[in-house]
């Protein structure tokens, strides 16, 4: 079975980075598209990009150059940086999959970030 | 980037009614339209794929629909388990972008 799980500190001050890692078990992530997706407090959810199974990477430009995905395939994990967060950055953040077929078929459980000093 | 208008933004229903759920995209998305379910608490659930295609696992009083750019997500008959966060996503153009949720309730 595919699982998700993401992973990482749950405060982060103003200006600094936030750091996350989702590690899969049961699929290679070498294999298909594997994004993160974030919900803001109010039900708004924002596509923040993602890494495919050659290492390419896509980005919400919303982001602008603050965002970076990355990978390590002998641990079947794949991380997110975010650099100058502020506090509209607070929210809840997900990893999840995505095939050709299968958009978004499995997700992380989530991780709550808060931004404040 | 497109934008997909969801309304409505909240409704309270009975048990056994029918509700609907709508997105309206800015801009010509075809059926890559995917409807999401999210509990409290929980990680979103696909529901419906490619606007019309139910996910797996999913209960067959749900459904998806176009119309021209309109796309609908409809309960045929409201069950207590179905309270929750739904969400449509567009992914036929890079930024993926999300409606803004329908909060669905018991009334």
């Known amino acids: 079975e595919v699982q998700l799980q993401e992973s990482g500190p749950g405060l982060v001050k103003p200006s600094q980075s936030l750091s996350l890692t989702c590690s899969v078990t049961?699929?290679?992530?070498?294999?298909?598209?594997w994004g993160w997706i974030r919900k803001f407090p109010g039900n708004k959810m924002e596509w923040m990009g993602y890494?495919?199974?050659?290492?390419?990477?896509s980005y919400n430009p919303s982001l602008k150059s603050r965002i970076s995905i990355t990978r390590d395939t002998s641990k079947n994990q794949f991380f997110l940086q975010l650099n100058s967060v502020t506090t509209e950055d607070t929210a809840t953040y997900y990893c999840?999959?995505?095939?050709?077929?299968?958009?978004?078929?499995?997700w992380g459980q989530g991780v709550m970030v808060t931004v404040s000093s | 980037d497109i934008q997909m208008t969801q309304s409505p933004s909240s409704m309270s229903a009975s048990l056994g009614d029918r509700v609907t759920i709508t997105c309206q995209a800015s801009?010509?998305?075809?059926?890559?339209l995917i409807w999401f379910q999210q509990k409290p608490g929980k990680s979103p659930r696909p529901m419906i794929y490619?606007?019309?295609n139910l996910a797996n696992g999913v209960p067959s009083r749900f459904s998806g629909s176009r119309s021209g750019s309109d796309y609908s997500l409809t309960i045929s008959s409201l069950e207590s388990e179905d309270m929750a966060d739904y969400h449509c996503?567009?992914?036929?153009?890079?930024?993926?972008?999300f409606g803004a949720g329908t909060k669905l309730e018991l009334k």
């Open positions: 999840a999959r995505t095939t050709v077929a299968t958009y978004f078929d499995y």
């Open positions: 049961g699929y290679s992530i070498t294999s298909n598209y």
């Open positions: 890494i495919s199974y050659s290492g390419s990477t």
């Open positions: 801009q010509d998305i075809g059926n890559n």
């Open positions: 490619y606007a019309t």
């Open positions: 996503l567009q992914y036929k153009q890079y930024p993926y972008t």
